[in-house]
């Protein structure tokens, strides 16, 4: 039997899924460089006897602006990835059909998917029924409900609420031990001989959430997570186009 192939009428839902997978690389990277700048932005400097450094509040934890953005626009870009998908079995089924119409049900109930059907009402029974099992009231699919509340929020009332949670260890020490700390960020303290050497400890540690809910998320957790669930959905649907077939 030959091997299924990527089919034409996914094209935009795969290049939607590539993207978000870019968008996580760069947030990974965002959290990088929030961490570095979350030290160099402490303040210190010489004091008597020695040097002093200033704690910065919890509340600088809290990651801002392009973060934020990226967090979106990952959600974002997986929610349209499954609404493209859905619209490319719509129009292979009809093509006369009203291009408003189709989208990818998220559903919190069973009465809930009977409810929002007629998105799916050019699609064939087996492919409805695919959808079906992929909603958040199965078994194992709660990451698409996860997946819905962060886009609706991200687009009509406030970007998700991310806070850096790193453990970390900082040393105090003379600038001339820094051989004694390699792998830290070296943050020398000015008008002193002493520097401020700091390491993560473990992994990245992002949360993320609403800011006015007590559902808090692993952040690179989730997100790859809902980058690999809908990778397998866009996977799976490929059996339904015949130009598939190699």
Same mark, same amino acid.
Request: one cysteine or more; hydrophobic letters at 40%.
């Given at each position: 039997m030959s091997p299924m192939r990527t089919p034409?009428?996914?094209?935009?839902?795969?290049a939607r899924l590539s993207q978000a997978a870019e968008d996580y690389n760069s947030f990974v990277g965002e959290i990088d460089r929030f961490f570095y700048d979350y030290f160099a932005g402490m303040k210190t400097g010489p004091d008597?006897?020695?040097?002093?450094?200033?704690?910065?509040?919890?509340?600088?934890?809290?990651?801002?602006g392009r973060p934020q953005v990226l967090v979106a626009q990952i959600v974002?870009?997986?929610?349209?990835?499954?609404d493209h998908m859905v619209f490319a079995l719509s129009a292979q089924e009809n093509q006369?059909?009203? &291009?408003?119409?189709?989208?990818?049900?998220i559903a919190e109930t069973p009465e809930d998917f009977r409810s929002q059907a007629r998105r799916l009402r050019y699609l064939t029974t087996e492919q409805c029924?695919?959808?079906? !099992?992929?909603?958040?009231?199965?078994?194992?699919?709660?990451?698409?409900?996860?997946?819905?509340?962060?886009?609706?929020a991200s687009k009509?009332?406030?970007?998700?609420?991310?806070? !850096?949670?790193?453990?970390? &260890?900082?040393?105090?020490?003379?600038?001339?031990?820094?051989?004694?700390?390699?792998?830290?960020? &070296?943050?020398?303290?000015?008008?002193?001989?002493?520097?401020l050497f700091v390491k993560r400890e473990g992994r990245r540690a992002v949360t993320l959430g !609403?800011?006015?809910? !007590?559902?808090?998320?692993d952040a690179?957790?989730?997100?790859?997570?809902?980058? &690999?669930?809908?990778?397998?959905?866009?996977?799976?649907?490929?059996?339904f186009f015949p130009s598939a077939d190699g």
């Open positions: 034409e009428e996914l094209a935009d839902a795969f008597e006897g020695g040097a002093f450094v200033q704690l910065r509040p919890p509340s600088d934890s809290v990651m801002q974002e870009h997986l929610r349209a990835a499954l006369q059909l009203n &291009e408003k119409v189709p989208q990818f049900v029924g695919f959808i079906e !099992d992929l909603q958040p009231y199965q078994e194992g699919r709660g990451i698409l409900r996860v997946l819905a509340d962060m886009v609706n009509h009332r406030r970007l998700v609420w991310a806070a !850096d949670c790193s453990r970390c &260890e900082v040393i105090f020490a003379e600038r001339s031990t820094r051989d004694q700390y390699q792998g830290y960020f &070296e943050f020398p303290i000015d008008g002193t001989n002493s520097s !609403d800011r006015n809910s !007590d559902d808090r998320y690179l957790a989730l997100l790859s997570g809902m980058i &690999e669930a809908v990778s397998t959905i866009l996977g799976s649907s490929v059996r």
